[in-house]
């Protein structure tokens, strides 16, 4: 238990330190593009820095699925709570690119922002792992901090895994406006958890290219071009095809109109004067 506790005192530290330059960022830079860019990257390094630990707990603690997967859902919720917006995910920026809503540049700058507080995670994870807090960061010290393969299926399997986790978020993004306030992020926390049950022993069910950049890619077994495949091609393609249905391909089926949900009410309104005409 000691080491559980030791681990819990880590993600307190992880979620204390991000949301201190949350407050600071706000206090100082809101509004602007620049608290935009701040945001972004205290709160990747928050998600990064909470699932080194918990990977290494789970991997090494030989924690029982009921407490490993309360763990990742309470600290999913922390996360949807304090992250204000952000989305810690290139995908995320990729999509408002493809809806008009941000630029490329713009969406370029908040992806480096994103990796580069992805390593910045992996810093702080070796940090505080060197000081030797619990017997599990005392072992995993003596193995010089290496992790090895993250995959426990074939390279089409894990990457059809991390489409699909990627894909069931992304519809539970979607619709999560249908809830009450309160509930979506206990529901968005809920599905995270449950594609983390799903297809955790198979490929991690990273489904982030930047979460999985700092926890998977440093692991031995299989090579760079290998974890792009898996960890970056499958989210992309598990968004992108989400998107592609519940907006394109559903309304077309049903009749509807298929300007995605984030087109003023205004330009709706001109396409349909214009079929009238």
Known sequence: MTDLYVSLAVLGAAVLLSEAVRRTAAARLFPGVYWIYLLE???????????????????????????????????????LTTFRGAT??????????????????????????????????????????????????????????????????????????????????????MHVHRLDQKLRAHFIAAVITAMVYAGGSISGAIFNPVLAFSVQFPCSGHTYLEYCFVYWLGPVLGVASCILLFEKIIPFLSGESTIGPDVPAVHKQKKKKKKTR
């Open 41 to 79: 990257a205290a709160s990747t390094f928050q998600l990064c820095s909470c699932t080194h630990e918990l990977k290494l707990l789970g991997d090494t603690a030989q924690l029982g699925p009921p407490v490993g997967l309360t763990l990742t859902y309470v600290v999913t919720v922390i996360h």
């Open 88 to 173: 810690c995910n290139p995908s995320g920026a990729l999509e408002s690119v493809c809806r008009g809503t941000s630029g490329v540049g713009a969406a370029a700058v908040l992806v480096a922002c994103q990796f580069a507080a992805a390593v910045a995670a992996q810093f702080f994870a070796a940090a505080v792992w060197s000081l030797g807090l619990s017997d599990v960061h005392v072992r995993h010290q003596r193995f010089g901090f290496r992790c090895f393969d993250p995959l426990g299926g074939t390279l089409l399997e894990a990457a059809a895994v991390e489409l699909g986790c990627a894909f069931a978020v992304q519809a539970a993004a």
